[in-house]
């Protein structure tokens, strides 16, 4: 078996208030991940957690 190919990062720059990127720092930190890490693990895991509740809501008829 081939081993498999790193897929290649880009970087990406958002604009944070100190406040922010210290609570990013601290979240990250809190989990054991890099600050890239937790960001791309958040950016995965809010539409699902978005699509999940919309879900719930049209199942018992709210939508």
Known sequence: MAPKEKEKRKAISISL???E????REKASAYG???????RLAAKA???EKDQK???RTQKGYE
């Open 17 to 19: 208030t100190p406040r």
């Open 21 to 24: 990127q210290n609570m990013l």
């Open 33 to 39: 991940l890099s600050v890239s890490a937790f960001i």
């Open 46 to 48: 809010y539409p699902e």
């Open 54 to 56: 919309k879900s719930k």
